[in-house]
């Protein structure tokens, strides 16, 4: 029981950990993320952990999210959830002609 209980945190601090690191925004982009978006990815994480731990181990950041999306049929309920509230970025603004 102590063994199971241990390995179910151990994922869910490295499924965590691994969906936290993003690339750094660009040049004028902001300051980070919003309190949206940082509730959002918490709230991933949580419902997301079993199934990157078993879809997506070794992944990190963009490729993990990546991931989880490319196997959006074998995720749990939970997870499909979690992923659909994440918030999307803006597309940036087209190049002036």
Known sequence: MKL???AGLAA???AG???AQEPAPPPGAGAGPSPEMMAA???????CA????SLCEGKAGR???MCLRDNADKVSQG????IAKMPRRAPPPAAPQ
């Open 12 to 14: 869910v601090a490295f």
């Open 79 to 82: 997870c499909k959830d979690a």
């Open 41 to 47: 990815r918490q709230a991933m994480r949580q419902a």
């Open 17 to 19: 950990a691994a969906l």
């Open 50 to 53: 079993a199934d990157f731990q």
């Open 4 to 6: 199971s209980l241990i």
């Open 63 to 65: 490729e993990a999210m």
